[in-house]
């Protein structure tokens, strides 16, 4: 008889293994490199090539991203240099 498991066992298994799909490890890790300031109001959307996508909850957020752009990018790449981000694309969170 094969061993059955939960889908709860088996999500839990495929979120736990970041390495399958690396879109779930940057969005788990998205609140540490937006900083405090930014992680209530903002999320990981998607990588594009080299274009990270965030979604910012209104127009202050949009704002602060714009400038905090550049340290932004700056510790993704630190924290991932598997993945050169050279540009950010903001997006409107619905």
Known sequence: M???KSIGELLSEY???AEMNPSIKYHREWP????KS???VTSFASI???TISVYAKGAAAKNRLMLEKGRIIKDFN???PEV???DMKIL???
């Open 2 to 4: 094969k061993d059955v």
């Open 15 to 17: 979120i736990s293994n």
């Open 32 to 35: 540490l490199i937006a900083g």
């Open 38 to 40: 930014l992680r209530s």
């Open 48 to 50: 594009d090539g080299h």
């Open 78 to 80: 630190s924290r991932y």
């Open 84 to 86: 050169l981000i050279d």
């Open 92 to 94: 409107r969170m619905q």
